[in-house]
């Protein structure tokens, strides 16, 4: 299947618009991650798995008042907490960060329950709140169940009720119970007056929460920059065996571009980096680079077979043979990602946008960046002395 039969675009008479293009938002980037440096120390905005800290993901039974939740956590002696809300408006969900970087894990973990203790406005001597998704689950209310035992009846019995329970408070009221007399008619009076022995409902409920240990938040920062630093490298050795070192270097250079681009957008708004964004950017990477070889391929072959043609004419007709199948694989990716994106939640926002982001910088930059660069070596070495084109390298394959 192609899309595009007996093209002649010329794109390497377009390089100048490319080279524009890449500066701007390289350098749009790097003065965000600059500008950003100075203020807060770190070059981009840094996920809980690299900062090391507590990460409270908390859902409100009504809209959350910012300015009620900082003075509650400052009367904690929480203060330098940050929060942000995520996910649309009508979820009223809210994330409470609390950068602990010079202690231990254990202070990490009493940082989580000076979190839920700014939050608890009205705590119920004696009860728990059964909101908190984090600590109440199931297991919990058959546990208190089984204990009370309103219904004279085995400890296994209460697994029903139990379920129950969760499937009102987690699925028909979105993980809040504004009464514990929603659970009317849904359980039997008897179990509804041991819950209500046992728990209270709060405003609030703990939907999830992170705990990273700052020496190892550190080690996972050193180990993503070793893994994205190495897969360049070996990268750049693969090609300059395939083919020559100049290839392997205007696809390392490539694919550089693509993660100074993707990085930088991440910075330009302010969404974290975590491990699933770096797990993406070396998805990216080796998808960026098959892109490249397949042009590269189909350039070597052409070298072979039009020696009386310019390098430059070489590479314009290898683009142009190989464009309906870029466009047609990374069309499809494309949209693949997008969806992740678009529906793939919160979760799932860090890893997806930087997919759709190196897709389209990937694919671009094999066109715009990879091929031209051999064209202006070329060039640049015939300024001081005529020499032949690139080899042609080792082996031979097709796109």
Do not use: C
Request: charged share 20%; hydrophobic share 45%.
């Amino acid at each position: 299947m192609e899309f595009f039969r007996n093209t002649s675009i010329d794109f390497l008479g377009k390089k100048w618009y490319f080279l524009a293009f890449s500066l701007i938002f390289s350098v749009a980037g790097l003065i965000s991650m600059g500008v950003r440096h100075h203020k807060t120390g770190d070059w981009v905005p840094l996920g809980i798995d690299f900062r090391g800290g507590t990460l409270v993901y908390v859902k409100f039974a009504d809209k959350p008042k910012e300015g009620e939740i900082r003075a509650a956590l400052d009367k904690g002696g929480l203060h330098n907490a940050n929060f942000q809300t995520y996910g649309p408006a009508s979820a009223n969900e809210m994330v409470i960060r609390l950068d602990e970087k010079d202690t231990n894990e254990a202070d990490i973990s009493r940082g989580k329950d000076s979190i839920i203790a700014a939050l608890e406005t009205s705590p119920v001597a004696g009860k728990k709140n059964i909101n908190n998704s984090d600590r109440i689950g199931m297991a919990a209310v058959r546990a208190e169940l089984a204990e009370r035992d309103p219904l004279h009846v085995a400890s296994t019995e209460y697994d029903a009720q139990a379920r129950k329970v969760m499937d009102v408070r987690d699925t028909v009221n979105h993980g809040i119970l504004r009464s514990m007399d929603d659970l009317q008619g849904q359980v039997p009076g008897p179990v509804l007056d041991a819950l209500k022995q046992g728990f209270y409902t709060a405003n609030y409920g703990i939907r999830q929460s992170d705990i990273v240990g700052p020496q190892v938040g550190d080690q996972l920062k050193q180990q993503a920059r070793l893994a994205v630093g190495f897969s360049l490298l070996g990268m750049l050795v693969y090609l300059w065996f395939r083919f020559e070192l100049i290839y392997g270097v205007a696809a390392v250079v490539a694919v550089f571009h693509d993660t100074l681009i993707t990085v930088g957008a991440f910075s330009l708004t302010n969404q974290e980096i975590t491990l699933t964004v770096i797990a993406a950017i070396l998805t990216l990477v080796g998808y960026s680079m098959n892109d490249t070889i397949v042009v590269f391929d189909r350039i070597r072959e052409n070298v072979k077979l039009l020696r009386r043609e310019s390098l430059a004419d070489i590479v314009n007709r290898s683009i142009n043979q190989t464009l309906s199948r870029t466009i047609l694989t990374s069309g499809l990716t494309f949209l693949t990602v997008l969806s992740l994106f678009l529906f793939g939640g919160e979760v799932l926002r860090g890893f997806s946008f930087a997919l759709v982001v190196g897709i389209v910088i990937g694919t671009y930059s094999s066109i715009a960046v990879a091929a031209p660069m051999l064209v202006a070596y070329q060039d640049w070495r015939r300024s001081g002395a005529a020499v032949p084109a690139p080899a042609a390298g080792k082996g031979s394959a097709k796109a």
